[in-house]
């Protein structure tokens, strides 16, 4: 009986000690410009534009969709602030005025186009080249931005703008 009790204490006490706290998988990769500098590729872009205008009494609504494919396209956020746009994408622009509707599609073609950037890891945003993005599923491999903007203008007419682009390393 004794060695039974001998050999339950030395179980407990290889369980206690293998159960430290350092085995919790704790390790949080922060948003922060340190972790943001490097190449990412754009492998998703899409917007939505509803602009609202009053014509002799009639809100008239135009709203415009733009979705981009066949992403072969960077960007590279320089430890400085800086960094470049590089690459091209298919977009296609559809826009609806009542019952009417256009579709558009067209090529975006950059090279090597400057861009500034500031990091609020606290708020976890990014504004590039002035515009603000909410900055979302962030991991090693890449993250999400979406940019939200409404503008009424003093005569009652406004414009609703959503933006979300995907980063991947």
């Known amino acids: 009986m004794k060695l039974s009790k001998l050999f339950f204490l030395f179980a407990l006490a290889i369980a206690a000690v293998s159960c430290s706290s350092d085995d919790d998988n704790n390790n949080v990769y922060a948003f922060n410009q340190a972790n943001l500098t490097g190449t990412y590729n754009v492998v998703y872009f899409q917007s939505k534009e509803v602009e609202t ?81 909410a900055v979302s599923n962030w991991s090693p491999t890449g993250f999400t931005v979406k940019h939200e903007e409404t503008v009424v203008e003093p005569n009652g007419d406004n414009t609703v703008y959503n933006e979300e682009i995907r980063f991947t390393k």
């Open 53 to 133: 205008v009053d014509v002799n009494g009639f809100d008239v609504i135009t709203t415009t969709t733009s979705v981009g494919d066949t992403f072969n396209m960077n960007i590279i956020f320089a430890s400085n602030n800086q960094g470049t746009i590089d690459g091209t994408y298919r977009v296609t622009e559809t826009v609806t005025q009542g019952n009417q509707t256009n579709t558009d599609t067209y090529i975006i073609d950059l090279d090597n186009e400057p861009i500034s950037y500031t990091v609020n890891a606290a708020a976890s945003q990014i504004i590039i080249d002035g515009m603000l993005y």
